[in-house]
C-alpha cells in the first residue's frame, strides 16, 4: 500500500516535468535562442590563437582581430588630455636683454658674463655725498680680553664719549667682570657732518644675570638705568644610575660635563672608581644653579657629590679650612681619626729602613736618617698628618724637599722629589698629594727619602704615631652638619629615569 502511493506520486512527478521541459524551448523560439547558440558558438572558438602558427588561415586572422581590438580599444577610451594654457612672458627686446643678462648667472658656456662691470657713461653724474641713514642700530659684541670703551669705539662711538660710557657703566657693575661674548645693542644718533662720530643715543646689555644696564640719551648728557632680574638661586640636585659609565649616565641625567669632571674627580679622591663603582650604584649630585627670570641659566661649581652602593655611602661635601677648600666625608669629619700615619707613597715597597748602612753614592757606612720607599717616577707623594709646610725647595743632597711641622712636636720630610706642589707656609692635609716621586739629589734612582723628627731630632719612622685630632670640632663641625642637611633636603631635579638632557640645561 506504501509502495504503491509513492510510485503514484513519484510518476505524477515525472510526467508534469516532462511536460514543462516540452513546453520551453516551443516558447523561447525567436532572437534569445539564436543568441544562446551564438555565445555558446563564440565561446567555443579561440580567440587568443599563437599567431606565429597557421599564418593567413582563418584562425589567425581571428586572433589578429582579437589582438588589433584590444589594442585599439583603450586607445579609443583614453581620456583627452590637453597641456594647460598659461601666460607666456612677452620676449624681452634687445637692449632689456643686454641689462637683463648683466644680473643673471650663466654657466660660462653659454658665455656668461656675470659679474661684469659697465663703465660708467657720461650720462653718469656722480653725487658730492651720498645721503646717511639718520640712525644705526647695531649690536657689538664683547670679545676675550677686549675693553668695554674699545668695543664701542669699534662701533663708531667717538673716543671720548666711548670713555665716558665706560665711567658711566663701571659705577654699575666692574668692567672687569663682563663675560666675552656679551651682545652690546647700541643706536648711534644723526650727526651734524661726515667728519665727527655719531652720538650714542641707546645703548643696552646685559652686565650681569641678575643686572640689566640701559643708557638713553636725555638732553645732553646720558642716563644710566638699572634692570634688576630676579635669579632663583636654588642649587640643582640630579640623581641617577651609574649604568655603564658614571660620565655618560650623569651627562644623560642632565649635569653639565665640568660638574661630572668634578663629581668623578672627588670621588676618585676616596674610592676606586674601577674596583668600587659598579653599574647599580646611584650618584648624587647637586651644583650651584643660578635661574633668572628671563629664562637664563647658569651651572656654578659643585657642592655635593654623593654615590650610594646598597647601604654604603659616600657622601662628599665642599668646606673650606684654613683658607682651603676641599672634600670632606660627611661620615667621617667629626671623627678623631686614629693613630698611624698615612702612607707617604701608595703600595710602595721599604727599599732601605732606618739605621747604619753602606751609602752606595757616598762609598762609607753612615746613619741613613730616614726610610727610603722604592717608588715609580712619578707617583704621588702624600703628607702622613695634617700640618703647615715648613720649607719646600732644593735641600742639597736631599734635592727637592718638603717639610712639613706637625701639630705637635712631630716634623716630617719627603725628599728627592721630581716636583713639588706645595708652598711653604701653607696648610696641607693627611692624604694631600705634597710632590711627586723622583731621583734629585744624591739618589740612585727614583725613590722617595722620608724622614721623621721628634723636638728636631731624626727618629726612626716606624717607631712614631701620628695621633690626629679632627679636622672639625665645635661651631665648625655643627655649620658643616647644617650644610650637609640643608642641601639634603633639597627636592631631585633631575634624574636619568625622569629627565632627558634636552629638558635640562646644556
Ligand atoms: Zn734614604
Redesign the pocket.
Known sequence: MFQRSEHGFGHAGLTLTLNSAHALPVEREGWAGRFDRLAEYLSGLDWVPDLGANVGSLEWFRGLFACTLLCVLPIMLMPDMRPLPVAVPAPLGHDAWEETRAQTIAPAAWGGDTGKHMAATDAVIALANAPERPTLELTASLGQGDGFARVLERAGVGEDEAHQVANLVSSATALGDLKPGTQIKLTLGRRTNRNVARPLDFLAFRARLDLGLVLKREGAGLALQRIPISVDRTPLRIQGQVGDSLYRSARAAGVPARAVESYIRAIASKLSLGSDVNADARFDLIVEHARAATGETEVGKLLYAGLYRGSRKTQLLQWTVGGRTDWYEASGVGQARGGGFAQPVAYARIS?GFGMRFHPLLGYTRL?????YAAPYGAPIRAVSDGFVANAGWAGGYGNQVRIAHSNILGTSY?HMSRIVVSPGSRVFQGQVIGYVGSTGLSTGP?L?FEVYRSGQVVNPMTVSFASTSLLSGNELAQFRAKLSALLRLPVNGSAATSSPSTAWR
Open positions: 732601605s741613613h736618617r730616614g726610610v727610603d725628599s725613590h727619602h
